[in-house]
């Protein structure tokens, strides 16, 4: 099965930038589509963005001009860089992997333990 770590979280203020890395290890087949998602105190976990294994991409209307989701298919890494940061970005964000397992070839799902994003005003 898929592990995946995230890092590059932090504290930054406002207008500052970080940029998040996923890295997927371990058994598969392939990665299809890996997201970046996000969940503040007391919401529901959401969408940031999202990249099919052919650089598809899609992003919350929040994060659009500002946020810009890649990924490496050769090293199994996936990227979000955040720019322009604002107080309302502060979240746990959580990297997302679509895999086919190596033998059965299933679709499944695997979630990364998150990041911490402060951003102060």
């Known amino acids: 099965q898929v592990q995946l770590v995230e890092s590059g979280g932090g504290l930054v203020q406002a207008g500052g930038s970080l940029n998040l890395s996923c890295a997927a290890s371990?058994?598969?087949?392939?990665?299809?589509?890996m997201g970046w998602y996000r969940q503040a105190p007391g919401k529901q976990r959401g969408l940031v963005a999202v990249i099919t294994r052919d650089g598809n991409i899609d992003y919350a209307d929040s994060v659009k001009g500002r946020f810009t989701i890649s990924r490496d298919n050769a090293k199994n890494i996936m990227y979000l860089q955040m720019n322009s940061l604002k107080p309302e970005d502060t979240a746990v964000y959580y990297c997302n992997a679509n895999y086919l397992t190596i033998v059965t070839r299933i679709p499944t799902e695997r979630w990364g333990q998150g990041t911490q994003v402060t951003v102060s005003s």
């Open positions: 371990g058994s598969f087949f392939r990665i299809n589509a």
